[in-house]
């Protein structure tokens, strides 16, 4: 057996053990939440995002499911909702600071405070062995961007508590800085990524910028960015670098005001972005950011993590 089989035989074997987990319910005690405590999940009325929500909600948390596009969003409350489940609908479009504004006002006014945020909303313009970057500036602003500007609003919002609040972010390992494949070439770049001492937001958005203005110049392939769908890589990276700056700013809070900032990779899972070509389920893709989400003693923040295991940026 090769090493591909290996691994693939081992993943596997890993995602029967995640199944299985997913049977065993928590117990009294680790249960830190109740129905009063409100989740709100990005890019919901399908997909990862909407078996996050349904998963959620299954435990028995109150779960608002966001979407761009009202009447798809709607449908998808609607299903929850006929199976007894605690949901409800706001429509947001990551991409508009009216909408978050709207949203977030939109919470204070209903709930006061969140619990838990998912940063799930996102887009891939590539499939199979494409990687077009004609649409590089609309999948980083939603997938930075959107995930950027709905944290630092919710934040404010985040309710006090000694369990915290949490934050997790749908992310990818194309988007690791240090993998051994599809990183980025400049190893300096890659160091001062990094190093949480140098890591900014200014630092993160420069290299955003550096590669939209080469995406623009035509040069971007040879200017040493990830060669496998490069603009959604790019994005991620940041995502993953974002995750760990956030981290290190909220880590100084007082122990009953804590925040928890992690990101996970799903997986190749067959959803509408993949073209339905994955090899992984919604259900299995959900699992591990409804993990974060709901870890009794929460400890870990401006981590990586994929199938409930912490992997390296």
């Not at 053990?17 to 049977?23: F, P």
């Not at 988007?175 to 140098?198: H, K």
């Not at 880590?251 to 509408?272: F, H, L, M």
Request: aromatic share 8%; glycine share 8%; charged share 25%.
């Amino acid at each position: 057996m090769g090493s591909k089989e290996r691994a693939k035989e081992r993943r596997e074997k890993r995602r029967q053990e995640i199944s299985l987990l997913r049977t065993i319910p928590y117990s009294d005690h680790q249960r830190w939440w109740s129905s009063e405590t409100v989740a709100v999940v990005t890019g919901a009325n399908r997909g990862i995002g909407f078996e996050i929500v349904r998963q959620l909600a299954d435990h028995g948390l109150t779960v608002v499911l966001t979407s761009r596009e009202s009447s798809a969003g709607l449908e998808a409350v609607n299903v929850l909702q006929e199976s007894g489940l605690s949901v409800v609908f706001h429509q947001l479009d990551v991409l508009d600071s009216l909408s978050i504004k709207q949203f977030t006002e939109w919470i204070q006014q209903t709930y006061g405070v969140i619990d838990i945020l998912v940063n799930n909303a996102g887009v891939n313009h590539n499939t199979g062995s494409d990687n077009s970057v004609e649409f590089a500036r609309m999948v980083i602003d939603t997938n930075y961007y959107g995930t950027k500007n709905v944290t630092k609003a919710m934040i404010p919002l985040m309710r006090s508590s000694t369990a915290g609040a949490r934050i997790v972010n749908v992310s990818s390992r194309l988007g690791r800085i240090n993998g051994r494949r599809n990183r980025i070439e400049d190893a300096t770049l890659r160091e001062q990524l990094t190093d949480i001492e140098t890591l900014s937001e200014e630092l993160i958005e420069r290299t955003l910028s550096n590669f939209l203005q080469q995406v623009e110049e035509g040069t971007w392939t040879s200017g040493g960015w990830p060669q496998t769908f490069t603009d959604y890589s790019v994005s991620k990276l940041a995502v993953n670098a974002f995750t760990r700056l956030m981290s290190k700013e909220l880590s100084d809070r007082p122990e009953d005001q804590k925040i928890y900032v992690n990101c996970y990779c799903p997986g190749w899972v067959k959803t509408a972005m993949t073209g339905w070509a994955g090899n992984i389920s919604t259900g299995d893709a959900a699992d591990t950011g409804v993990w974060l989400a709901l870890l009794p003693d929460m400890s870990v923040s401006g981590k990586f993590f994929a199938e409930r295991r912490e992997i390296k940026f």
